[in-house]
């Protein structure tokens, strides 16, 4: 089913050190998480048009998630765009283009996320905490 997620979230940061967020594996593992208590690992981490991304998820003791992509458009401290496919035990049970804006508000960031595709109506549920995580990163 295609459908998507909108989310506008701002940070108590700049655009650079949250755009750093997205794209530095060592911050991107403290935040990305889609739930408190999940082991999260950045296996691989090229930002730049065609470069690939992977990060492998999941409570302990479960089968964990394993969400994949490859980046489309990067503009630094601006825009991200890639698209990502999220599978568990080898099956792909999602896949969707994301777009992550940077906007400037003064001192503070408005990040807009925006997820369209198969199934990516239901990432909602993660976006909320992993965006929660990451205010904690930049507080």
């Given at each position: 089913?295609?459908?998507?997620?909108r989310i506008?979230?701002?940070f108590a940061a700049q655009p650079q050190r949250v755009y750093r967020a997205?794209?530095?594996?060592?911050?991107?593992?403290?935040?990305y998480a889609p739930?408190?208590?999940?082991t999260l690992s950045i296996d691989a981490l090229d930002v730049r048009v065609?470069?690939?991304?992977?990060?492998?998820?999941?409570?302990?003791?479960?089968?964990?998630?394993?969400e994949a992509g490859e980046y489309r458009?990067?503009?630094?401290?601006?825009?991200l765009v890639f698209d990502m496919?999220?599978?568990?035990g080898g099956v792909v049970f999602s896949r969707s283009r994301c777009a992550v804006e940077f906007l400037e508000r003064?001192?503070?960031?408005?990040?807009?996320?925006?997820?369209?595709?198969?199934?990516?109506?239901?990432?909602?549920?993660?976006?909320?905490?992993?965006?929660?995580h990451l205010a904690r990163l930049l507080e």
């Amino acid at each position: 089913m295609m459908d998507g997620v909108r989310i506008a979230r701002t940070f108590a940061a700049q655009p650079q050190r949250v755009y750093r967020a997205w794209t530095v594996a060592d911050d991107m593992a403290r935040w990305y998480a889609p739930a408190d208590g999940m082991t999260l690992s950045i296996d691989a981490l090229d930002v730049r048009v065609g470069g690939r991304y992977q990060a492998t998820f999941g409570k302990p003791g479960e089968a964990p998630s394993v969400e994949a992509g490859e980046y489309r458009e990067v503009v630094a401290g601006e825009r991200l765009v890639f698209d990502m496919t999220l599978a568990r035990g080898g099956v792909v049970f999602s896949r969707s283009r994301c777009a992550v804006e940077f906007l400037e508000r003064g001192e503070r960031t408005q990040l807009v996320v925006t997820d369209e595709g198969e199934n990516a109506g239901d990432h909602a549920t993660c976006w909320g905490p992993s965006l929660d995580h990451l205010a904690r990163l930049l507080e």
